[in-house]
């Protein structure tokens, strides 16, 4: 397996850069909110730079509650995410062609930092929205702090939350670049002959 890997090491990482490159404009997260006056279901989604979806009836009905509107002008990381997306699919793609063992872990250091970032503004984002409640709003819950992924009920609203093509396809694309590095780092180095043992030979 590990030399089928690395005869296929220029095509795998050019995969994956182009997985990182056509993540940009897939979603990243989204949400479905469903209650009774709403059955067919509310929905948000999350790309990288935007925010789409039922946003004027989710936040109509989240200000009973004293939550902040969401907007895309809000989440100021998502403006960045397209620039750090492209970074790295530019980075795996000159791994592609830079023959050398070391050259994938840079493009995977920064996947993984990007991803860190993310999941760690996103959950603190999550925690400030259910945390952050204005007290004089009309219906009075306590603190929470919405899921990443899965199912809450709040009194009659029933949300679920997952992920979405634009955070699976880097994951696909990370897997590929470590099966590469995992490749080439365990690859046996060949063993050069001693100069005066070439000679006598």
């Known amino acids: 397996m590990k030399t089928l890997i690395q005869r296929w090491r220029t095509p795998l990482l050019l995969i994956a850069a182009a997985l990182m490159a056509v993540a940009i404009v897939l979603p990243l997260w989204g949400m479905t909110l469903v209650s009774t006056q709403y059955p067919e279901g509310l929905r948000m989604v999350v790309y990288p730079g935007r925010i789409t979806g039922d946003l004027g009836e989710i936040n109509a009905l989240n200000r009973y509650i004293g939550m902040t509107p969401i907007s895309a002008d809000f989440f100021v990381e998502l403006r960045l995410l397209p620039i750090a997306f492209g970074a790295v699919a530019a980075l795996i793609l000159v791994s592609a062609f830079v023959k050398r063992r070391w050259a994938p872990l840079l493009p995977l250091l920064a996947m993984t930092t990007v991803a860190a970032y993310g999941l760690f503004s996103m959950r603190g984002r999550l925690y400030q929205f259910g945390h952050d409640l204005d007290p004089t709003a009309p ?40 099966l590469v590095l995992w490749a080439g780092w365990s690859r046996p180095r060949v063993a050069h002959p001693h100069p005066a043992l070439a000679l006598a030979a």
């Open 139 to 178: 219906i009075s819950i306590d603190p929470f702090t919405p899921p990443m992924m899965g199912l809450n009920q709040i009194a009659q609203f029933a949300s679920y939350t997952y992920f979405s093509w634009g955070t699976l396809l880097p994951l696909v694309a990370g897997l590929l670049i470590a």
